[in-house]
């Protein structure tokens, strides 16, 4: 069983559309992230839900609207493609720990390619 | 937020030993280090974490002066399938952000 499982793996689409990310975790996590890889393998933090409640939500456009239905799900919404939107955007999960910092476990990641 | 700074690549051969340093001269008193693993076309993988001194698990070491400065991920007798990025990161026990650096590409050759 994937632990982070996002769909789809690869989208390509026309600039202006609007797109959706889904992801699902089912390691009972209460707390989901989006990241967004871009190609020089930065990693950024675009979005984090605890428990369904929005707790960072980074210097990102208004088109990204994450929405989370319950803790186990973390889906992105991208209004109005843009040619500087095609990237990697991974979703991960975390659970809050006795001791030390959150350990996040990623899925694969859906590689946006926005023409 | 502390930053990291790490080498942007490393060559190495099968059977050595593989050490990365990773900066945060600015890490809190609750922060932790983190390293994570990232293979091509996959999400990072966490390796190992810590906090000072050195921890070890079945995968890497980690070595961390009492300084808190920087920190060393060693890799013991890498192989082929060790070619990756390898991401450093400090955060806050129990939250915080996390943010992640430009990341270490590994090469491992024969």
Redesign the interface.
């Known amino acids: 069983d994937t632990a982070v499982s996002q769909t789809p793996k690869y989208l390509v689409t026309q600039m202006g559309n609007d797109k959706s990310i889904k992801c699902e975790q089912n390691l009972g996590h209460d707390t989901m992230y989006w990241y967004k890889q871009d190609s020089k393998k930065f990693l950024k933090i675009m979005f984090s839900y605890n428990n369904k409640e929005l707790i960072i939500n980074e210097t990102v456009p208004n088109r990204f609207s994450p929405k989370s239905p319950d803790k186990a799900h973390l889906n992105l919404h991208i209004n109005s493609l843009e040619l500087g939107d095609s990237a990697v955007y991974f979703c991960a999960s975390s659970q809050r720990r006795d001791t030390g910092a959150n350990v996040l476990t990623f899925g694969a990641g859906s590689r946006l390619t926005v023409l | 937020l502390a930053k990291t700074t790490q080498p942007i690549s490393m060559d190495s051969y099968e059977g050595q030993e593989v050490n990365i340093t990773c900066s945060h001269n600015n890490i809190a008193t609750n922060?932790?280090i983190?390293w994570?693993q990232q293979f091509p076309?996959?999400?990072?993988?966490?390796i190992i974490?810590g906090?000072k001194t050195k921890v070890t698990n079945e995968v890497a070491s980690l070595f961390i002066p009492a300084d808190r400065k920087s920190s060393t991920l060693s890799l013991p007798r890498v192989s082929l399938s060790d070619t990756a990025?390898y991401?450093c990161l400090v955060?806050?026990?129990?939250?915080?952000?996390?943010?992640?650096g430009?990341?270490t590409?590994l090469s491992v050759k024969p």
């Open positions: 922060d932790y983190t994570y076309s996959q999400g990072p993988r966490f974490q906090y990025v991401y955060s806050l026990d129990q939250g915080g952000k996390l943010i992640f430009q990341g590409e």
